[in-house]
């Protein structure tokens, strides 16, 4: 994985765009853009690496070198560019009609699904416009000039952003929705909380609630799929900044509901009660506990 960061869970699968296969090749080494996607909250693609006697991991495993570093782990893999091997991907750069783009949120990865292909995917964007033209400059290991895509890009679908700027109390807790955009793949949920969680009985005495975690719910009852849940084995801060992505709503909904709900945990090492491998050899993520008094419902406006 890039030390942009490490996808915790994949997005849905990008459509292709007229501007998908373009190739490029440089000292036996060919890279394919594809899937090219924006819908107003997510900027992705993927890149296929294509060549003789490449190595099997596609993404470069090496560190910029820097005499200041101290972790060995790390220094083992500063190695100089004339010893490295050749055919690794390095992280891309990102141009939005000549300037840089920037994302708070990253991902570079392998794509599961697809053998010597990496996907990039880029959230929490900066206001972009609806048209742009993207470069993507790619460097690869033990090949001077890194390879550079010109892409044309335009927003797919129609993005609504509803801004409630809408609170719910319960105790000392509180949180505000500051913005809900619904695109047409992703689903954004950007909101602040202040205030102690609230807990349930379960989660007194030697054990507690974690932080405060948000699923969405559309008017039908389906819950959308977090990206990303990101678990942290320390006590919970009583302000939190939160911008998450979710699956898309399918439908057309009236409504959507935001139901908020804490994992129990255990305040020894604040690791999540229940987390780890089951019986069946599946992943458990723990409990869910939902707090209903702090459920918010969100009208969503005709599209």
Known sequence: MSPIAAAAASAEAAVKTASSNLS?????????????????????FSIEREGKNLPEQVISPYFPIDPKETNEKIKKRMVPEKDQKKGYLKTPEVLIDGNKLKSSHSMFGDKVTQKNTVEAEY??????PDDFEMTIQVGVTRISKPFEFKVPVKKEGNMVSIKPNKTQKSGDFSYTVKQLDIASRTTR????????VPAS?????KYAPSMMYYDIVDDQGKTLQQQKVGFLNKKPRTKYHTDELYSAIGSKPQYVTIKPY???VDPSDWSIVGQGK???GKFKTGDKTYIKELEMTIPVPAQ
């Open 24 to 44: 490029l090749t440089q000292d036996g080494v060919t890279l394919k853009l594809g899937d090219v996607f924006y819908d107003g909250t997510r900027l992705s």
């Open 123 to 128: 959230n929490q964007l900066d206001a972009l």
């Open 189 to 196: 949920l950007v909101l602040d909380s202040e205030g102690q």
């Open 201 to 205: 009985s379960k989660q007194t005495g």
């Open 262 to 264: 804490t994992f129990t």
């Open 278 to 280: 089951g019986a069946d």
